[in-house]
């Protein structure tokens, strides 16, 4: 190599540290690849998706050709160096360019390619897997052999190195990803796909209405006055029964005789011919099934009766789409009326309120695991009927007892929550 001057050797050297840090780089790159998106591109036509798809099926083959032709260039680059600093200054040339090649290689060869190639994967990988393709082929022979002895080692150790690497993401994983798109997904949608995501965990316990609310139709009633009731009712359908709720005998469609009611030709022969028999679901439902059962069953609402059969309170099909788009209206009246804000920042709470509605409507955590309602969590909580002037602190959130009625937590004071060292102290 003493024909070739020192300037066409730095040349040589220069074009293996780009070759170093092309191979550094796209490791980097193809391994740091979000592969959902990926396989979304993938999809779509995007050649070098589909080329760095197929390249990472076998990591374990492109690990191998990636590491191949990095150790050759970097030999290559160490034995260049060598003999440049040799016919430079001898052996302290030598010693000059093992020096200046550590810290060459350290940045120009790998920290730089790596930090770009993690920064811009895309940009990096997919003309990178163009290029790996057909060289896997060239060295198929060579690669297959070194894969073949790693492979067989981790075997030894029980490593399955045919593992899909593209596993399925769990619950929890899902909602993390969702919740870390806030730049891509509008704030709307995001709150949307959490809630198709928390179907899974919220059940018709959760959003029915409670049996003491539930507005419907007393047959036992004088007809005049059920005739009055189905002209003056604001529901499209609702459930009838005979003196109360626990002997429901159906659900009652009204748009079917609505021309009848207001012609003044409805009978109560007609009424009870167009009664549908009731729907029952158990308390523990989980609203995903409930979702599926309303849509094959061809139900808009349901009664939820507990572990005996009795009836506990009624679940509408809006109710369940609510927890997936948000209320249909604007009016905040199904809060108001349980929630009432102070000028001292506490709130008036009725105790028949559900947690699970205060904690969306004041962006509170108050746990809604156990007692659905602020009645049941603070007779939870004391595990007796408190007095009017009691106070407790649950969840970090002072709650003063204002009103008993009927053995029950009729009115209560919630203040905002304290900070940390508050409730300590």
Same mark, same amino acid.
């Given at each position: 190599?003493?024909?070739?001057?020192?300037?066409?050797?730095?040349?040589?050297?220069?074009?293996?540290?780009?070759?170093?840090a092309f191979f550094s780089g796209s490791e980097t790159a193809l391994m740091a690849l979000n592969r959902y998106r990926l396989r979304h591109l993938a999809n779509d036509g995007h050649r070098g998706a589909k080329q760095a798809q197929k390249l990472l099926e076998k990591p374990d083959r492109l690990i191998g050709l990636i590491l191949?032709?990095?150790?050759?260039?970097?030999?290559?680059?160490?034995?260049?160096?060598?003999?440049?600093?040799?016919?430079?200054?001898?052996?302290?040339?030598?010693?000059?360019?093992?020096?200046?090649?550590?810290?060459?290689?350290?940045?120009?060869?790998?920290?730089?390619?790596? *930090?770009?190639?993690?920064?811009?994967?895309?940009?990096?990988?997919?003309?990178?897997?163009?290029?790996?393709?057909?060289?896997?082929?060239?060295?198929?022979?060579?690669?297959?052999?070194?894969?073949?002895?790693?492979?067989?080692?981790?075997?030894?150790?029980?490593?399955?190195?045919?593992?899909?690497?593209?596993?399925?993401? *769990?619950?929890?994983?899902?909602?993390?990803?969702?919740?870390?798109?806030?730049?891509?997904?509008?704030?709307?949608?995001?709150?949307?796909?959490?809630?198709?995501?928390?179907?899974?965990?919220?059940?018709?316990? #959760?959003?029915?209405?409670?049996?003491?609310?539930?507005?419907?139709?007393?047959?036992?009633?004088?007809?005049?006055?059920?005739?009055?009731?189905?002209?003056?009712?604001?529901?499209?359908?609702?459930?009838?029964?005979?003196?109360?709720?626990?002997?429901?005998?159906?659900?009652?469609?009204?748009?079917?005789?609505?021309?009848?009611?207001?012609?003044?030709?409805?009978?109560?022969?007609?009424?009870?011919?167009?009664?549908?028999?009731?729907?029952?679901?158990?308390?523990?439902?989980? !609203?995903?099934?409930?979702?599926?059962?309303? +849509?094959?069953?061809?139900?808009?609402?349901? !009664?939820?009766?507990?572990?005996?059969?009795?009836? +506990?309170?009624?679940?509408?099909?809006?109710?369940?789409?609510?927890?997936?788009?948000?209320?249909? *209206?604007? #009016?905040?009246?199904?809060?108001?009326?349980?929630?009432?804000?102070?000028?001292?920042?506490?709130?008036?709470?009725?105790?028949?309120?559900?947690?699970?509605?205060?904690?969306?409507?004041?962006?509170?955590?108050?746990?809604? #695991?156990?007692?659905?309602?602020?009645?049941?969590?603070?007779?939870?909580?004391?595990?007796?009927?408190?007095?009017?002037? *009691?106070?407790?602190?649950?969840?970090?959130?002072?709650?003063?007892?204002? +009103?008993?009625?009927?053995?029950?937590?009729?009115?209560?004071?919630?203040?905002?929550?304290?900070?940390?060292?508050?409730?300590?102290?």
């Amino acid at each position: 190599m003493d024909e070739y001057s020192i300037g066409a050797l730095f040349i040589v050297l220069l074009i293996l540290f780009f070759l170093s840090a092309f191979f550094s780089g796209s490791e980097t790159a193809l391994m740091a690849l979000n592969r959902y998106r990926l396989r979304h591109l993938a999809n779509d036509g995007h050649r070098g998706a589909k080329q760095a798809q197929k390249l990472l099926e076998k990591p374990d083959r492109l690990i191998g050709l990636i590491l191949l032709g990095n150790n050759v260039v970097n030999i290559l680059i160490a034995q260049l160096a060598a003999y440049i600093g040799y016919r430079w200054h001898g052996e302290l040339g030598i010693f000059i360019a093992t020096l200046i090649l550590i810290f060459a290689i350290l940045i120009f060869a790998e920290l730089a390619p790596k *930090t770009l190639a993690a920064v811009h994967s895309e940009k990096v990988a997919f003309p990178a897997a163009m290029i790996y393709t057909p060289l896997m082929y060239i060295t198929f022979p060579f690669v297959w052999f070194v894969n073949l002895i790693a492979n067989s080692l981790l075997n030894l150790f029980g490593v399955d190195v045919k593992e899909n690497p593209l596993t399925s993401l *769990t619950h929890d994983e899902l909602r993390t990803v969702v919740n870390d798109e806030g730049t891509t997904i509008s704030n709307e949608h995001q709150q949307m796909l959490l809630g198709v995501l928390d179907l899974e965990k919220i059940t018709a316990e #959760d959003i029915m209405i409670p049996k003491n609310e539930i507005i419907g139709i007393d047959l036992e009633e004088e007809w005049e006055d059920i005739v009055t009731q189905l002209k003056n009712i604001s529901y499209t359908r609702v459930p009838v029964y005979r003196n109360s709720i626990d002997n429901v005998v159906g659900f009652l469609h009204l748009r079917k005789f609505i021309l009848k009611i207001l012609d003044k030709d409805l009978e109560r022969e007609d009424l009870e011919k167009v009664i549908r028999e009731p729907y029952f679901i158990p308390e523990g439902t989980h !609203l995903k099934k409930l979702l599926f059962e309303f +849509q094959e069953k061809k139900r808009r609402l349901s !009664l939820v009766v507990d572990e005996f059969g009795d009836i +506990q309170g009624m679940v509408t099909l809006e109710d369940l789409l609510e927890e997936i788009v948000g209320e249909f *209206t604007n #009016d905040p009246a199904s809060y108001d009326v349980e929630i009432h804000p102070q000028k001292d920042g506490t709130f008036l709470v009725d105790g028949s309120s559900h947690v699970r509605d205060i904690n969306k409507a004041l962006t509170w955590q108050l746990h809604a #695991d156990g007692p659905k309602t602020i009645n049941g969590l603070i007779l939870e909580h004391m595990q007796s009927i408190p007095k009017p002037g *009691t106070s407790v602190l649950i969840d970090g959130y002072p709650i003063e007892v204002v +009103q008993i009625q009927n053995n029950a937590v009729r009115t209560v004071r919630i203040s905002p929550r304290l900070a940390q060292h508050e409730q300590v102290a």
